[in-house]
């Protein structure tokens, strides 16, 4: 099964960018990168997801590299609702998920 | 309501004790799972279904049994719960874009 490593936490100052890297070395050529978010005692959240291209949406940037062995998730402008844990996720040939142990991101005003 | 529902949200039961969790979709998509987060941890996969009828299994089927009979349920049960089944249980479905989270049953199991 494609697995994914981040770092186990991060911190940034408010309403600076933040770099959310993520590793998945055995990703196969038809494996979706997944990004979602959790808060505190919710279900986690989509953020954003791409394939080959970088992608854009109103919530963050998602930069895959060439070789799409890492990504990396960008906030632009870090808030203190964006303090959560960020997943970085491959999604299967069969839909699935699988989820690594993700990265605690805490926003300092 | 649009959306996906999970029933109870929480629950306490006993050693031994048979328990069903509730999951309820009504985007009618194909694709529905279970995971379990164990505290301060990420979430594992149970069960999941491509469609009505057809399960397999995750990475952590076992004590665990689902059905899907309808589209829009998917409940799991533990057909003998154990203290270290307690955990966070989340249901999600799927459209092949992205999935859609439940808000999570709080199971303990004493």
């Known amino acids: 099964d494609a697995k994914t490593t981040q770092p186990n936490s991060m911190e940034s100052n408010e309403e600076e960018p933040v770099h959310l890297p993520c590793n998945h070395s055995t990703i196969s050529g038809t494996d979706y990168i997944h990004w979602y978010l959790q808060l505190p005692s919710q279900g986690p959240e989509y953020v954003i997801h791409?394939?080959?291209s970088n992608v854009n949406n109103r919530m963050a940037s998602l930069a895959i590299a060439e070789d799409r062995k890492s990504s990396t998730l960008i906030l632009h402008r870090a808030t203190l609702r964006d303090a959560a844990v960020y997943y970085c996720i491959l999604r299967d040939n069969f839909n699935k998920f699988y989820f690594g142990s993700g990265t605690k991101l805490n926003v300092k005003p | 309501d649009a959306g996906i529902t999970q029933s109870p949200r929480y629950k306490i039961t006993e050693t031994g004790r048979q328990v069903t969790l509730m999951c309820h979709q009504t985007?009618?998509?194909?694709?529905m799972f279970w995971y379990r987060q164990d505290l301060g941890h990420g979430l594992r996969l149970i069960y999941y279904s491509a469609a009505a009828d057809i399960t397999d299994k995750g990475e952590v089927p076992d004590g665990y049994v689902v059905s899907r009979s309808k589209t829009e349920n998917f409940p799991l049960t533990l057909e003998s719960a154990t203290r270290s089944q307690t955990s966070v249980y989340f249901c999600a479905s799927s459209d092949r874009l992205g999935y859609t989270f439940g808000s999570g049953t709080r199971l303990t199991v004493v």
């Open positions: 985007w009618s998509h194909s694709y």
């Open positions: 791409g394939l080959t």
